[in-house]
């Protein structure tokens, strides 16, 4: 791929993001991950066998926050099925920010409108099988490190911690959801599943590695095993596309226009289908939770390597 020779470019597209860095901030509502470096952008570009464009620090590591949401949902598509999942959780864009509860209230029946979101993925989360929390943790890091190559990828306790003692309106979300039976575990026990989910800890290569299988088609090129089922693959995508980036995935889909999850810690994953994978770590957000240096870092890469799906 033509990236790779791409040095100069590459970095004036990387200088350019940068520069919206100063526009964006930390999340602090997460009192760990206000001690981010805003200045921080490192990019992984991953295409099956080799890094083929890397820039900044890319072993520096951050924790997956909402990106975990992808992963969980293809655990959960693939320990119950899809009339399993969407039976609890929706398929539809919200249009609201993430930890937004209104819609559990005026919809019916009340169930959320999709996986992306908190209540959705806190409704993910309670359907992945295991018999306790450790079991269930332990599952998914066994499927990130499948993904990944990785078996060092782990969580990060200290950034569990504090999202978990600071996590009132994730724990509202949750009550709200067990009352009107969409979840049926112990809260507290949920909770600190899905705290633990969001605080696992990978580099940007490392979510490289990820893109790159979703896509395509669950494959890994370097062990030649399909990790993810083709039809799970698809709806991964699908969700990253029109919920990945919550209430700015429209705007993201028209200026890139790659499936992509972004984090509040300021990861996006981005995944272009029969292509490349793109993991970057930039932590300064901007007021939807969104990387604003890593949105403008994929626009330009899609700009120019004409990556959109559509
Ligand atoms: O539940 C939360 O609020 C966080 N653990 C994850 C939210 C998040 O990453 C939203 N993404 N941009």
């Known amino acids: 791929m033509e990236i790779c ?10 200088k350019e993001a940068y520069q919206q860095a100063k526009f964006g901030k930390v999340a602090d509502y997460i009192p760990a991950l206000s001690w ?40 959960a598509l693939m320990d119950i099925g899809e009339d399993g999942v969407f039976s609890r959780v929706g398929m539809e864009p ?13 919809h019916t029946p009340s169930k959320p409108l999709n996986p992306m979101i908190n209540a959705g993925a806190l409704a993910v989360t309670d359907m992945i099988k295991g018999n306790t929390v450790e079991e269930k943790l332990g599952r998914l890091l066994a499927f990130i490190h499948e993904l990944t190559g990785n078996s060092a990828i782990t ?23 067990k009352q ?10 949920l909770l600190e599943l899905y705290t ?45 596309t029109t919920c990945g980036m919550y209430n700015a995935s429209g705007e993201f889909a028209i200026k890139v226009g790659i499936p992509s999850k972004s984090g ?22 901007d007021e939807k939770g969104n990387s604003i240096a890593g949105m403008k870092l994929l626009e330009s890469l899609a700009h120019r ?5 559509f």
């Open 196 to 240: 633990k989910q969001c605080a696992v800890e990978v580099s940007c290569e490392d979510l490289a590695k990820i893109a790159f299988v979703i896509g395509n088609e669950g494959r890994s090129v370097e062990t030649d095993r399909t990790i993810i089922p083709l039809h799970i693959s698809r709806i991964m995508k699908t969700f990253m």
């Open 94 to 106: 919200t249009g609201d920010p993430f930890n937004s509860i209104i819609k559990l209230e005026t």
């Open 5 to 14: 020779r791409d040095t100069e470019a590459l970095n004036i597209m990387i």
């Open 180 to 189: 009107h039976r969409v979840v049926s575990s112990d809260i507290e026990c």
């Open 36 to 75: 981010a470096n805003p200045e921080t952008l490192s990019l992984a570009i991953y295409e099956g066998k080799s890094m083929i464009a890397t820039a900044g620090d890319t072993s520096e590591t951050f924790t997956l926050q909402s990106i975990s949401k992808v992963l969980t949902l293809a655990m």
């Open 155 to 177: 969580y990060n306790n200290e950034v569990a911690t504090s999202e978990f003692e600071t996590a009132d309106l994730n724990r509202s979300l949750a009550y709200f959801l």
């Open 305 to 309: 390597y004409d990556l959109s799906i």
């Open 264 to 285: 509040v810690s300021g990861g996006i994953m981005a995944a272009v289908p029969h292509g490349p994978g793109i993991g970057i770590f930039g932590p300064a957000l």
